[in-house]
């Protein structure tokens, strides 16, 4: 099994005990290697509880012996500018503002700023002052939390 997945499974019910939201994990092999794992609270992530879950993961990771050589676990919230890199993201971070760049431009438009409203099918929902606008995940060229 891949170690990102067997790691999303080892923190599910970390998280869920926490209501905590996972965001991202990824394993940087080269170098020293990493494992950086960004959690989510929708009320604000504290350095507490990124030293729980870095303590709960990390004894985890150890007792399973997952990676077998020298590696850094890094726990940390994902940042107020973050891009949005996977589809769950835009559920996760509903209410933030966030910044959508287009591939084609929707009423000739190629920039929309607003409330992120979530996910409608395969359509991200973002409300600037005046309506809702709907965009289709793969018309997104690129995304990021605007706070």
């Known amino acids: ?13 970390i998280l869920e005990k926490l209501g905590l939201k ?11 290697p990493i494992l950086r794992v960004y959690i989510y609270d929708p009320n604000g992530t504290t350095i507490e509880q990124c ?3 870095s303590r709960k993961l990390g004894k985890l990771l150890d ?20 891009k949005i890199k996977n589809k769950e993201e ?4 509903k209410g933030r503002n966030i910044k959508i ?10 920039v929309f700023t607003g409330v ?5 099918g395969n359509n991200v929902l973002v409300k600037n002052k ?7 995940l793969e018309n997104i060229s690129k995304a990021k939390l605007n706070d």
């Open 1 to 13: 099994m891949d170690i990102v997945e067997r790691v999303k499974e080892l923190i599910a019910p």
């Open 22 to 32: 996972l965001v991202d994990i990824e394993f940087i092999k080269e170098g020293k």
């Open 51 to 53: 030293e729980i879950v």
């Open 63 to 82: 007792d399973e012996d997952l990676i077998p050589y020298s590696y850094t676990l890094e726990i940390s919230s994902p940042g107020l500018n973050r």
């Open 90 to 93: 835009y559920e996760i971070f």
């Open 101 to 110: 760049i287009v591939k084609e431009p929707i009423d000739k438009k190629n």
């Open 116 to 120: 992120l409203e979530g996910l409608e």
């Open 130 to 136: 005046e309506e809702t606008i709907k965009i289709n």
